[in-house]
Each structure stands twice: as C-alpha cells, then as structure tokens.
C-alpha cells in the first residue's frame, strides 16, 4: 500500500465567485510547473494556482466568461465538468510550453476546453483560450460509447488521454492522439477534431471494495512511462457521484501496457497527480474531490520506489 502525507488543504484567497467557498473542492487535475502547482475543479469556470512550496492561499484565474449557478443540481448540469490537466511543449504563439485543461465530455454541455499560455519561469502569461472538442470527442464516443475524459499527459509524441469507465458497464480507456495534429490545431485555432485520434485500447484495472476501479488522472515520466491515479466509486454512470470505496496510483509502459498498481493508504477519492522522477524514486502530488462543495480539496504527497520500467 501507498502511504501518502496531507501536505495542505487547497485554500484560496477569496472565493472564484460571490457566495462560493473560500477554497477549490472538486479538484480534478493538477500540474507542477516552476514555482506553481495548477488545479482544475470540475465545478468551476476557473484555474486555480498555487505556491509550489508553503501553505499560502492560491487564487483564482479565470478560463470561461460567465457565471456558474449556485444551486448545486443547476451548477452540476451547467459546468464545464474539466477533469483533466497538462502540459504541452513551446510551440507557435505559446513560446515557452502552455496547459491544456480537457473536459470530460459525458454531457453535450462538456465539450468545451481551454489552453493557457505559460511564461518562461511555469507562471500564467495572458488569456486562457477556449477549444471546441466537439468533433474529437464525438468520434471517441461511437468508439467508446458514454464518455468521461479524465487525464491527459503527453508522452512519446502522443497526447494520451484516460477514459474514465464509470458503473459496471462503463469502458476505460487509453486514447493516443497525434500530438502533431494536436498542435497544428492549436496554432490555427482549429477546433479538437476525429483526425487527432491514432489508437485506442480498452483496459481493466480492478476492483476496490468490490467495486470497479477506473482511471482519474495522468501524469507522464521522462522515460515515457505514465503514472495515473484510479478511484473505485459506487455510481452508475459519468454524471452521478456515488460513494468511493478506494483510490490508487499505477503505472503503464511507455506503450501503453500496465506495468503497476498499488491502493493508496488515504480514504479519498483521487482525482489528479504531478509525478516527477528523481534518483529512481518517483515523487507523486495528489489532489482529490471530496464531492462535497464545503470540503477543502487536500494537497497529498507520496513517494514510490522500485517501479518496474
């Protein structure tokens, strides 16, 4: 089992939005870059950003216009559900890389993402733009049937994305993109669409508490090789929550086949991880959605040693 340490609770400065709480709950992406570490809650039209090191207050940047209901059944059927976060390399218009937030796509109204562009030293440098992922995921579902995208990490020349198979009957997946694709799109301003798509393998994880484990996050290695996080919930689909029976950290090769899997000691459900590679021991930071808006999401973190690979 994974031992893993609170390191801090997500605490912003001020609330994303009168009557909001004063911290990010639904955390469901993360990325370390520089001196920052970048959070995207699916309950949210905005990014998060904070210190890499110390437990001071982050603060809000905003990705959509808009406002979001307050009212938790109207706000879960009008956000913009993004559960995925990653970096992307320097390319035209983006000089010193950027971060790709996914949407999950279980909903007509979760199809739309954004890319931010980053400074030279990992912080946020102008507006975030919107990207229409319509037609991308459009194509993954006659493949996949309901989808639910929930981490993103580039690795290999490819922009690999987990599916999320939630319920019983749910798939999950590993979808390769073509990262050249991907960035011609970006540089045009193009929408997300099928042509992106090279290869997509269906996988089985498990079960936790007698209930299926499936994917929730990604985060690549130097060599190639991808840690990812997997929650079992108790829920019959991608839109309805349901109670989390374990979480835990994996890895797969860098093509594709699965290499590890370990339960985290934490009775949480996982939704995000930054893993980084140093001296053979892979360092994870972890985030997790409590499901419920007046919980602090927590900043967890664990270190794996003897990884295969």
Same mark, same amino acid.
């Given at each position: 089992m994974i031992r893993t340490t609170q390191r801090r609770t997500l605490t912003l400065e001020a609330p994303e939005a009168p009557g909001r709480p004063a911290h990010v709950s639904a955390?469901?992406?993360?990325?370390?870059?520089?001196? @920052? *570490? &970048?959070?995207v809650a699916d309950d949210a039209l905005h990014l998060a950003v904070f210190p890499r090191e110390g437990t001071a207050p982050g603060r809000s940047l905003r990705l959509f216009p808009g406002e979001l209901p307050l009212e938790p059944v109207a706000r879960k059927a009008a956000k913009p559900d993004l559960e995925a976060l990653c970096l992307l390399a320097p390319f035209a218009g983006c000089p010193h890389g950027a971060l790709l937030a996914l949407p999950s796509g279980s909903t007509a109204a979760r199809q739309q993402g954004a890319v931010i562009p980053l400074a030279a030293d990992g912080a946020v =440098? /102008? =507006?975030?733009?919107?990207? %229409?992922?319509?037609? *991308? &995921?459009?194509?993954?579902?006659?493949?996949? /049937?309901?989808?639910?995208?929930? #981490?993103? $990490?580039?690795?290999?020349?490819r922009l690999r994305l987990l599916q999320r198979g939630n319920g019983?009957?749910?798939? %999950?997946? *590993?979808? %390769?993109?073509?990262?050249?694709?991907?960035?011609?799109?970006?540089?045009? #301003?193009? $929408?997300?669409?099928?042509? *992106?798509?090279? =290869?997509?393998?269906? @996988?089985? !994880?498990?079960?936790? #508490?007698?209930?299926? !484990?499936?994917?929730t996050d990604a985060s690549a290695l130097p060599d190639g090789r991808i840690?990812?996080?997997?929650?079992?919930?108790?829920?019959? %689909? $991608? &839109?309805?929550d349901g109670p989390v029976t374990g979480s835990a950290v994996g890895l797969l090769a860098s093509d594709g086949s699965p290499l590890f899997l370990d339960?985290?000691?934490?009775k949480v459900k996982l939704e995000g991880v930054s893993a980084r590679l140093e001296g053979g021991r892979v360092h994870l930071l972890l985030v997790a959605d409590a499901d419920d808006p007046s919980v602090p999401a927590p900043l967890l973190e664990a270190t794996v040693e003897g990884l295969p690979g």
């Amino acid at each position: 089992m994974i031992r893993t340490t609170q390191r801090r609770t997500l605490t912003l400065e001020a609330p994303e939005a009168p009557g909001r709480p004063a911290h990010v709950s639904a955390a469901s992406g993360l990325v370390a870059v520089g001196s @920052w *570490l &970048y959070v995207v809650a699916d309950d949210a039209l905005h990014l998060a950003v904070f210190p890499r090191e110390g437990t001071a207050p982050g603060r809000s940047l905003r990705l959509f216009p808009g406002e979001l209901p307050l009212e938790p059944v109207a706000r879960k059927a009008a956000k913009p559900d993004l559960e995925a976060l990653c970096l992307l390399a320097p390319f035209a218009g983006c000089p010193h890389g950027a971060l790709l937030a996914l949407p999950s796509g279980s909903t007509a109204a979760r199809q739309q993402g954004a890319v931010i562009p980053l400074a030279a030293d990992g912080a946020v =440098t /102008g =507006t975030a733009r919107a990207l %229409d992922f319509t037609g *991308l &995921y459009a194509q993954l579902s006659r493949e996949l /049937g309901p989808l639910n995208i929930e #981490g993103a $990490a580039v690795a290999g020349g490819r922009l690999r994305l987990l599916q999320r198979g939630n319920g019983e009957q749910g798939t %999950d997946a *590993l979808v %390769d993109l073509d990262q050249e694709r991907l960035v011609r799109a970006l540089e045009s #301003g193009g $929408a997300m669409g099928p042509e *992106l798509v090279r =290869t997509v393998r269906r @996988w089985e !994880l498990g079960r936790a #508490g007698g209930v299926r !484990l499936s994917f929730t996050d990604a985060s690549a290695l130097p060599d190639g090789r991808i840690v990812f996080t997997a929650a079992a919930e108790d829920t019959r %689909d $991608a &839109y309805a929550d349901g109670p989390v029976t374990g979480s835990a950290v994996g890895l797969l090769a860098s093509d594709g086949s699965p290499l590890f899997l370990d339960a985290v000691d934490a009775k949480v459900k996982l939704e995000g991880v930054s893993a980084r590679l140093e001296g053979g021991r892979v360092h994870l930071l972890l985030v997790a959605d409590a499901d419920d808006p007046s919980v602090p999401a927590p900043l967890l973190e664990a270190t794996v040693e003897g990884l295969p690979g």
